[in-house]
């Protein structure tokens, strides 16, 4: 998919203006300091260049040049200039060579000082939703097979611990609402590893489906369901750089569809994506479970296309149930086009079980090309808003072949 067009500049409209990024990173915080004493200590501050990928920033750490993906066509800049902690090492050769994933080959581990920390400064980014995605390889690039297991923070607050394999690349992404221009991303060693990070990226978002849900940031797990061999879609399919994890159904087969699907009513969503789907093995039940013994709140949206030529004497319709209840009016696809279907304002709690059940009236299963999923956690504090006490973001982390 990403790996299989020809390079073309794409122009990202009615997102954000250029902006500044820059980043600053220190180390040794073995006594905790509030963040403002941080910044007093802040160094090596750099302005990035956006201009090839309009919105994006994209820092490839460790790697001594700056250059362009060709297979993403993604600009990828060297963290050399603007950190003066950490060292710049390679992943054992083995583990990588993968061209679509580049920047992953790289990067930049901290042996010295318990925090290290990435000031990432938007200019223009307040009030405005970003991707923010810390991607890591361990590559047994230190050679000693140990893998490293370390806590990564968004401002004061623990986002997640970051652990990993030997030789799958991770990524960690929070799509977050900056209440400000600034915000820190750090790297804590809590004993068990020096911590390192391979890649670390931030996307503008905006993206309807934000619109409609109250929260201080989100994090998502995108499926695409009826994937074909071109292999994982991102930029540039995906205009938003999501990256779209390869997923069927137990009980389900693939269909899809070599001709254009039309994205208008899809949110966003890539063609590649929307060109392939899932429908149920001999019957008319779509089905999906995901157990939660956190009782965890989600967000949940869907998304469709119709990719067979259906007769003119035959229907495919069907209802939605979320957790058995119905989240919509019954669902007719037109040929070639998209539609998508999300559960609101509202959230599920706890185990999630999707059904797409066919009316009486079907002549055809239902189908599914696309899902997000969105998971509500509380943040106790931010650097960039003091003055609200609970905030809630999605988590999400993901081997990039999962």
């Known amino acids: 998919m990403a790996g299989s067009h020809k390079l073309f500049i794409l ?20 006594n905790p300091k509030t963040l403002t004493e941080a910044m007093e200590e802040e160094v ?28 993403t066509g993604i600009y990828y800049k060297s963290d050399k200039d603007f950190i003066n902690t950490g060292e710049n090492r390679k992943i054992l050769s083995r583990y990588g060579g993968n ?38 390889l361990y590559g047994n690039y230190d050679g000693k097979d140990k893998i490293p297991r370390f806590d990564l923070y968004l401002g004061a607050d623990r986002w997640t611990t970051v652990e990993l394999s030997l030789n799958l690349p991770k990524f960690y992404e929070i799509l977050y609402f900056f209440s400000a221009d600034t915000e820190y991303l750090c790297l804590v060693n809590t004993g068990s590893g020096i911590p390192f990070i391979s890649t670390l990226e931030l996307r503008p978002s905006k ?17 695409d369901l009826g994937f074909d061999s071109n292999g994982t879609a991102r930029y540039r399919d995906d205009v938003y750089d999501r990256i779209w994890h390869l997923r069927r159904f137990p009980g389900s087969v693939p269909i899809g569809t070599a001709l254009n699907v039309s994205t208008q009513g899809s949110n966003g969503i890539p063609v590649e994506v929307l060109r392939t789907a899932i429908k149920p093995d001999n019957s008319f039940s779509l089905n999906y479970s995901r157990s939660d013994s956190s009782d965890s709140q989600y967000h949940l949206l869907l998304h469709f296309a119709e990719v067979e030529d259906v ?17 919509s009016e019954r669902i007719r696809l037109q040929y070639l086009n998209s539609t998508s279907v999300s559960t609101g304002n509202g959230t599920i709690r706890g185990d999630i079980n999707i059904t797409l059940d066919a009316t009486p009236e079907s002549d055809l299963p239902p189908i599914l090309n696309a899902m997000e999923f969105y998971e509500v956690l509380h943040f106790s504090s ?21």
């Open 11 to 30: 122009q990202l409209h009615n997102l954000l203006p250029i902006f500044i990024v820059v980043f600053g990173i220190w180390s040794s915080w073995d």
């Open 44 to 71: 090596g501050r750099r302005e990035l260049s956006t201009d090839n990928n309009p919105g994006f920033i994209s820092i490839d750490c460790g790697v001594d040049e700056d250059y362009l993906n060709n297979k």
């Open 99 to 136: 061209e679509l994933w580049r920047e992953d080959d790289t990067l930049r581990s901290f042996a010295e000082g318990k925090r290290n920390c990435y000031t990432l400064k938007l200019e223009q980014g307040q009030n405005n939703y970003y991707a923010i995605r810390a991607s890591f």
């Open 207 to 223: 993206y309807p489906f934000y619109d409609g849900i109250n929260h201080v940031a989100l994090h998502r797990w995108v499926y």
């Open 311 to 327: 007769a003119q004497n035959q229907l495919r319709e069907f209802s939605i149930y979320v957790n058995g209840l119905k989240i």
């Open 382 to 402: 931010s650097a960039t808003d003091q003055f609200d006490g609970t905030f809630f973001f999605f988590f999400f982390s993901s081997s990039i072949d999962s």
